[in-house]
């Protein structure tokens, strides 16, 4: 090519420049008739054997170029039919470029292929490919998996999130309920934070939310990052939420050693139990780990009321019992019941609706099931300890991390709100001044002597009253024997006349934990009252006996050995001082009124 070398005199010359117009509408002309037309025209014409090319001339041509493509491909539609990778069909190409374009024509750029239709058809291939094959489940994806596996697994990722507004209703232990209405992306946490401040309670995080269903005697605590909507799409109409506390949420964190025995888990066994509990609660949230669960549970065949004493073993993958003994290989386990899309429920009538063999039942219930008692796995343990064991480790198996994150959630609030709170200034005896108001206006008293002989008289005048009201037949509140008698009775604590069978059920729905306690009327004493705790999953029962000294009544727990004016005085000692207990009272038992 000669256009680095071309003289300034060829490129302003009329007749050179002439001819390269006629040359580029030549080129623009052979653009719109065709590729093979266009060849035939140069080989013709005389410009072909030419050397030298203007510069200013094959910009324009280019341009015009560009001109005519970006028309013809803005004519066309998403209607064009789409072939593989997405290119358009050529017959309605040409046809759209050999459509005349005008000059004034506004350019407009083109537009982006959809390959939409052409990644939907791949997916139904591949899915067709797929269905095409026989399912065959494989019991142990857990060695199968790579050691760089997301911790989250499928089950725990949050499904499609609804809009607008919900309305639901929840029920107290009182059975009294109250209609709230909610976004639907709220949790099953911001609920229950929502009704601590709504019903003034005491926001210790161990509030939840009960997913209750009476007709099939079963029940579960919601975690935290459950949407309440979508837990509310899968029940019945006369399923129900309850609100009431459970301390046992996330008690395995602080004590795993109480939650996992060392006989249950495989892991420990194989290293001698010389694991520590953190290598341990690691091991469970850790998705490439393979912890197991194994031991003996009942189980109840489907659609019969007989149950078989099975060697279970509980995976990530889900629950397996073994056909020959105790074995674990994989020609004798069979799948019980999967994790991803079921969910775990206390039974809380297992003996009368199902005729289980011990009163530790628990079950695995699918998601798609609401109301059929036959698709449920009922599973029953031989202790209350075994059966918190598996129910934990299902709930460590399906959500792993989550659970951890829900449970340092309230601290890190906590810790973040210390920050911001102001320190409460403490009020001592010095900072209060003695005070004057017989006269139309107050004044303070700055004579000592004044002050002390003001305290005095105003000391005789409440006892006169009181004494006075005495008289009258109405004791007065401030009386200490009328206090001693009925103060305990506004405490959370109390619980009145309740059976023992009731203190029971108390205690196991808001979480069997060590210190967990209620006091009661005694049914066999009427002037006893019974104190009802937990100490290691077990629930033991202490009468308190009145006793007399001085011509004064006391309370007791050990004989008279330490003595109490009332009921709320002992429960502060007991909170600071183990005594004769097994172990401190740390987490009251209570009940709330919505």
Not at 38 to 63: F, G, I, Y
Not at 145 to 170: D, E, N, V
Not at 210 to 231: K, S, T
Not at 306 to 314: D, E, P
Request: proline share 6%; aromatic share 8%.
């Amino acid at each position: 090519m000669a256009v680095a070398g071309c003289p300034d005199y060829f490129l302003h010359h009329p007749n050179y420049q002439q001819d390269n117009v006629d040359r580029a509408a030549n080129h623009r002309q052979a653009d719109l008739i065709g590729p093979g037309f266009q060849q035939s025209t140069n080989r013709n014409s005389p410009s072909h054997q030419e050397d030298d090319v203007d510069l200013e001339a094959l910009v324009n041509d280019m341009n015009s170029s560009f001109e005519s493509l970006y028309t013809s491909c803005s004519v066309q539609t998403e209607s064009t039919p789409l072939l593989h990778n997405g290119q358009p069909h050529r017959s309605a190409t040409y046809q759209t470029q050999a459509q005349p374009t005008s000059p004034h024509q506004r350019l407009h750029r083109s537009q982006p292929m959809h390959i939409l239709a052409v990644r939907r058809l791949q997916e139904e291939e591949q899915q067709y490919r797929t269905s095409s094959l026989p399912a065959i489940p494989n019991p142990f994806p857990e060695l199968c998996s790579p050691a760089s596996s997301p911790t989250l697994s499928s089950g725990s990722l949050p499904q499609c999130q609804p809009s607008g507004k919900y309305i639901i209703k929840i029920f107290s232990e009182d059975g009294m309920g109250k209609v709230v209405e909610i976004p639907a992306d709220m949790m099953a946490r911001d609920l229950c934070q929502f009704l601590v401040y709504k019903n003034h309670c005491v926001d210790d995080n161990s509030w939840a939310l009960v997913e209750h269903h009476p007709a099939l005697g079963l029940e579960r605590c919601l975690e935290d990052h459950e949407l309440v909507v979508q837990v509310q799409a899968s029940m019945t109409s006369e399923s129900k939420f309850l609100f009431r506390k459970n301390y046992a949420k996330y008690e395995f964190f602080k004590n795993p050693l109480n939650f996992f025995p060392e006989q249950m888990v495989a892991w420990c066994q194989e290293t001698n139990g010389t694991i520590p509990p953190s290598q341990l609660l690691q091991n469970f949230l850790n998705s490439s780990s393979c912890p197991e669960i194994q031991g003996y549970l009942y189980v109840k065949e489907m659609g019969r009321k007989s149950w078989k004493k099975l060697y279970v073993f509980l995976r990530r993958s889900g629950l397996y019992f073994s056909t020959k003994g105790t074995s674990k290989e994989p020609r004798h386990l069979q799948l019980l019941a999967d994790l991803e899309d079921s969910n775990v429920f206390t039974v809380i009538t297992g003996r009368k609706l199902h005729n289980a063999p011990t009163d530790f039942e628990f079950c695995i219930k699918p998601n798609k099931v609401r109301n059929e008692v036959k698709e449920l796995r009922m599973l029953c343990a031989e202790d209350e300890q075994s059966r918190t064991c598996w129910m934990t480790a299902f709930r460590l198996f399906k959500y792993g991390i989550l659970l951890y994150q829900n449970y340092k959630i309230p601290q890190q609030r906590k810790t973040l709100l210390s920050h911001f709170s102001a320190p409460v200034r403490s009020v001592s005896e010095n900072s209060l001044v003695a005070m004057d108001f017989s006269g139309r206006i107050g004044r303070v008293i700055d004579n000592p002597v004044e002050a002390q002989s003001a305290a005095m008289e105003e000391g005789h005048a409440w006892r006169k009253r009181s004494h006075r009201m005495n008289i009258l037949g109405s004791p007065s509140p401030l009386h200490p024997s009328s206090l001693s008698g009925v103060i305990h009775r506004t405490q959370l604590w109390f619980h009145g006349r309740i059976s023992r069978e009731e203190s029971h059920k108390l205690i196991h729905q808001q979480g069997r934990v060590d210190g967990m306690f209620l006091l009661r009327d005694s049914q066999s004493n009427p002037k006893a009252f019974v104190l009802t705790m937990c100490h290691h999953q077990k629930i033991k029962h202490f009468q308190i006996l009145p006793c007399e000294e001085d011509g004064q009544m006391f309370l007791s727990l050990d004989d008279g050995a330490t003595k109490f004016t009332d009921l709320i005085q002992l429960v502060e000692f007991y909170t600071l001082n183990r005594g004769v207990l097994p172990c401190k009272l740390k987490h009251p038992c209570t009940t709330v009124a919505l």
